[in-house]
């Protein structure tokens, strides 16, 4: 079983359009959470933590659910610019803060 | 704003040949990381190094591989004798600025052994 997974895609929505990516982890060790966006070719940019209590960082909402090992990301409004790969992180305990990567999820947004 | 640096931006050797990958990370920053992406795949961790020594490395991270940090201020990633297969965009972090989780990510070599 992958450690983190998420469903490739892509979503394809138009703009306006709320969208919803989740994503589950195996290792229950895991401690600390992310989302983090990378654009075709290039590096991944952090676009939010994960808190156990949910966090929202204006059109973004971040939940995660502990007991079912899942996290999701919410987009509200979605905009031309938020076409991207999604990608969701993980940090194990113990693991001197290494980042265990998802394969991300593909949005695209259109007109 | 502060960034992450790394140079070259692409590299193309030949198989068998050795690479030196730099990167500059945030000077307050205490941890550093190597990451690589192959084409089409999910990002790989490869390595971590903090207070001049390795901290954690993966299993892709063998014999073949190095990091050092030459001079207080570059970490660099030194590929021995180069294989097709290490073909891939390697990205370098550093954290510990408020919080040693979050990482931020230099804009990656594009390694291309021919």
């Known amino acids: 079983r992958k450690e983190v997974e998420q469903d490739p895609g892509p979503f394809n929505v138009p703009e306006g359009a709320t969208v919803a990516f989740n994503c589950t982890y195996s290792?229950?060790?895991?401690?600390?959470f992310f989302w983090y966006r990378q654009d075709c070719r290039k590096e991944p940019k952090l676009l939010m933590s994960v808190y156990s209590s949910g966090n929202e960082d204006g059109r973004f909402t971040a939940q995660l659910n502990r007991a079912s090992q899942y996290i999701s990301l919410l987009i509200r409004d979605s905009k031309l610019s938020d076409s991207a790969t999604y990608l969701c992180v993980v940090i194990t305990t113990g693991t001197a803060s290494k980042l265990t990567f998802g394969t991300g999820t593909r949005l695209q947004v259109t007109l | 704003e502060p960034e992450v640096t790394q140079t070259p931006s692409h590299q193309v050797t030949q198989m068998g040949q050795e690479v030196i990958l730099r990167c500059v990370p945030i000077s307050n920053h205490l941890y550093f990381y190597w990451y690589r992406q192959i084409l089409g795949q999910k990002v790989e961790f490869l390595v971590s190094f903090y207070n001049n020594e390795i901290s954690e490395k993966s299993e892709i991270f063998d014999d073949q591989f190095s990091v050092e940090r030459p001079d207080g201020s570059n970490f660099t990633l030194k590929i021995r004798s180069t294989k097709l297969e290490d073909s891939a965009m390697y990205f370098c972090?550093?954290?510990?600025?408020?919080?040693?989780?979050?990482?931020?990510f230099g804009p990656g070599t594009r390694l291309l052994v021919l």
């Open positions: 972090a550093s954290g510990g600025g408020l919080s040693r989780e979050t990482q931020y």
């Open positions: 290792n229950s060790a895991s401690q600390s």
